[in-house]
């Protein structure tokens, strides 16, 4: 119904950048909202950047000012620019999107398969 595919993840050193990249595909009718989710070994996957149909955008106090999401709504892909990123960001990566596909016409949670992030010190 709704593909996610994640890019741009791999190994940084603290103070670096990266670029994560997340395309949704399929018969898609609506994009309510997509964004990033990180998990980290041990510790509960949190909400790292939100960005709503509108354009409305909402960060963790943890990355506030660091990173930032952005759209390319007419190729239904997302972006998360990361900077003076630290150890404490590292971890697996996951693209989310809330869609209506043309399959169901009912609004769902979609996961993308992660990608990793990992900064050195």
């Known amino acids: 119904q709704v593909q996610l595919v994640e890019s741009g993840g791999g190994l940084v050193q603290a103070g670096g950048s990266l670029r994560l990249s997340c395309a949704a595909s399929g018969s898609i009718f609506n994009i309510n909202a997509m964004g990033w989710y990180r998990q980290a070994p041990g510790k509960q996957r949190e909400s790292v950047a939100i960005i709503t149909s509108g354009g409305s955008t909402n960060y963790a106090d943890s990355v506030k000012g660091r990173f930032t999401i952005s759209r390319d709504k007419t190729k239904n892909t997302i972006y998360l620019q990361s900077n003076s990123l630290k150890p404490e960001d590292t971890a697996v990566y996951y693209c989310?999107?809330?869609?209506?596909?043309?399959?169901?016409?009912?609004?769902?949670?979609?996961w993308g398969q992660g990608t990793q992030v990992t900064v050195s010190s």
């Open positions: 989310y999107a809330n869609a209506v596909p043309r399959m169901t016409w009912a609004a769902g949670d979609y």
